[in-house]
C-alpha cells in the first residue's frame, strides 16, 4: 500500500496570509490526525478526524481548523499566520482496528 | 496530566553495538499505548514498536525491542547491533485510553542516536 502523502511539502508564506494543508492517508484508513513540531514545543497534537468528524481537539487557537473528506482526505488550515507558525507539520493515518499511527513527510511551513 | 519523559537528549554508541534510550511516562489511565518513532533528517516520522499497557510481553520487531516495566512507568527502546542508518532522532509517544478511542500522541522531547562507525 502506498503511504500517507502530504502536500506541499514545502511552503512559504508571509505574516496575515492563510494556508491550506493536505494529507492522504494510506488506502482504508479513516483517522487522521495532525501534528505540529517545533524545536522549542516539540511534537504537539493538532486534531484528529474519523469519518469526516473531528474526534480529538489539542489546545491550539482557533486560527487552526481542518475537514476531512469522504474518501478520508484531510486539510488543515490555518488562517492569519504568525511567525510562530512556522513549522513542520505532520499527519498521521490510522485503521479502525490497530491504532498505530503511520505518519507522512511532513509540510514544512515557514511564515516570513 | 499524561507526560512523557526522555532524560537523553543526545547518546553515541559504535556501530554493531546495542543502546538503550529511555522513556518514562506519567498517566493515570489504566489503558494506554507506548509507542517509539524514528525521525531521521528528512523529517518523516517512522513507526518502529508499540506496546499495549495490557501486553505482559514485551514487544519486539526485528532488531528493536521494548524493555516495558509498568511499576516503574518506564517503556525503554533497546537497539541491538547498531547501523550508521540508525543515527537520527528517537521519540517515545503514549496514546491514553483504549485503542480506537481516538488518534491524540504525547510525544517526549526526544533522543538523538548518532552511531559511529
Known amino acids: 500500500k502506498a503511504g500517507v502523502t502530504q502536500t506541499p511539502r514545502y511552503l512559504i508564506k508571509t505574516r496575515g496570509q492563510q494556508v491550506t494543508l493536505s494529507c492522504s492517508p494510506i488506502s482504508g484508513h479513516r483517522s487522521v490526525s495532525w501534528y505540529q513540531q517545533t524545536p522549542g514545543q516539540g511534537l504537539q497534537f493538532l486534531f484528529e478526524?474519523?469519518?469526516?468528524?473531528?474526534?480529538n481537539k489539542g489546545n491550539f487557537p482557533g486560527r487552526f481548523s481542518g475537514r476531512q473528506f469522504s474518501n478520508s482526505r484531510s486539510e488543515m488550515n490555518v488562517s492569519t499566520l504568525e511567525l510562530g507558525d512556522s513549522a513542520l507539520y505532520l499527519c498521521?493515518?490510522?485503521?479502525?482496528?490497530?491504532?498505530?499511527?503511520?505518519f507522512g513527510p511532513g509540510t514544512r511551513l515557514t511564515v516570513l | 496530566a499524561q507526560k512523557i519523559t526522555q532524560t537523553q537528549p543526545g547518546m553515541f554508541v559504535q556501530e554493531k553495538e546495542a543502546v538503550t534510550l529511555d522513556c518514562t511516562y506519567d498517566t493515570s489511565d489504566q489503558s494506554y499505548g507506548l509507542f517509539w518513532y524514528k525521525q531521521p533528517s528528512s523529517g518523516e516520522m517512522i513507526f518502529l514498536i508499540y506496546?499495549?499497557?495490557?501486553?505482559?510481553q514485551n514487544a519486539t520487531e526485528g532488531r528493536y525491542s521494548l524493555n516495558f516495566q509498568k511499576a516503574r512507568k518506564s517503556a525503554n527502546l533497546v537497539i541491538s547491533a547498531s547501523q550508521l542508518g540508525d543515527s537520527a532522532m528517537y521519540f517515545c509517544a503514549m496514546r491514553e485510553g483504549r485503542p480506537n478511542q481516538g488518534g491524540k500522541l504525547i510525544f517526549g522531547q526526544g533522543t538523538e542516536l548518532s552511531v559511529k562507525p
Open positions: 498521521a493515518s490510522s485503521d479502525q482496528g490497530p491504532d498505530t499511527q503511520y
Open positions: 506496546q499495549g499497557s495490557y501486553d505482559e
Open positions: 478526524y474519523f469519518s469526516e468528524t473531528q474526534r
